[in-house]
């Protein structure tokens, strides 16, 4: 693996995407996210198609530092999702304190989610489900915890202050797909961007990085980028200035 920014030198994938910071008495907030040089955020409608072996370890790795992982309805349905880390990653967390496996933490719209088959490796205890009030739930409170919001979707402050203030989390990684991470970026929630561009074009009809909820134009700081058989991983700062990395007015 070449660092090709800010230094240009050889490195083990365990020395990138060290732990982020956390925010003093706040929830630090990751994406991670891959698409094609075209643009494109799914291939044949999922994404694990698009990324090489050595994304899907250091995803692995981002998960790592993560207290919850979190994933739209939407993901689920299209791809499912395995939300744990290898065992031999857990023994790090244990010495910080946390938990050995990330929560997974799904957010689903009026429709609910579709748990059926798709979620893979995740013990129930391990499960957080967030829906808007009066949503289909048919067997969900079997297999996770439920918290039912107030508006017509899970607002992301809400989603981060009830993962902060019920299950101590200080900081989540969100792995998708573009409607949630449009709607982390517009509230000005997300700290770091982790963006994988795979070498590949596919004119597909496919959904981009982001989707759906329009976004102020927002400045992006570039902390590093490594190269690893023409596959490219950058990582950015989102709004670099804002201090505790949340916008003002935003209530968490
Ligand atoms: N390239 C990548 O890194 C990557 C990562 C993940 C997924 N993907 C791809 O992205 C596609 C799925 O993405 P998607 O955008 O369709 O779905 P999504 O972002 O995974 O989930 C959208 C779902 O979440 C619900 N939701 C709950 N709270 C929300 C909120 N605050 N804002 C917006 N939606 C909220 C929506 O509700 P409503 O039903 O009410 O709208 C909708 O059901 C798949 O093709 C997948 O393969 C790519």
Redesign the pocket.
């Known amino acids: 693996m070449q660092e090709l920014y800010p230094g240009r030198a050889a490195r083990d994938i365990s020395e990138v995407y060290a732990e982020p910071p956390t925010v003093a008495g706040g929830v630090h907030v990751s994406m ?4 094609t040089v075209d643009g ?3 291939v044949a ?4 198609r ?2 090489s072996p050595t994304d899907h370890r250091l995803m692995r790795q981002l998960r790592s530092h993560a207290d919850a992982v979190v ?9 499912g999702i395995a939300p744990g880390i290898p065992t031999e990653l857990e023994a790090r967390r244990i010495e910080r304190g946390q938990r050995p496996q990330p929560l997974s933490v799904l ?5 609910g ?1 579709n748990l059926r088959g798709r979620l893979r490796e995740l013990r129930p205890d391990a499960l957080v489900v ?3 009030s009066g949503a289909e739930a048919p067997g969900l409170h079997e297999k996770a915890t439920v918290h039912f919001c107030t ?6 402050g809400e ?1 981060v202050r009830t993962l902060q203030e019920r299950y101590g989390v200080r900081r989540i990684l969100l ?10 970026l517009s509230t000005g929630l997300v700290h770091d961007l982790y963006w ?1 561009l795979a070498p590949k074009l596919t004119a597909a009809e ?2 981009r ?1 982001l ?3 329009p976004l102020e134009v927002t400045a992006l700081q570039l902390r590093s980028i490594h190269e690893h058989e023409g596959e490219l991983y950058v990582h950015y700062a989102v709004g670099g200035t804002w201090g505790s990395g949340l916008r003002a007015g935003v209530d968490v």
């Not at 994933?71 to 791809?79: D, F, I, N, Y």
């Not at 957010?107 to 429709?111: A, F, H, N």
């Not at 508006?151 to 992301?156: L, T």
């Open positions: 991670n996210v891959i698409t494109r955020a799914a409608g999922g994404s694990h698009i990324g994933t739209g309805a939407g993901t689920l349905l299209a791809e957010l689903g719209g009026r429709q989610v967030f829906l808007p508006g017509e979707r899970p607002a992301p989603v792995e998708g797909g573009p409607r949630i991470y449009s709607a982390f994988t496919a959904p990085m989707e759906s909820t």
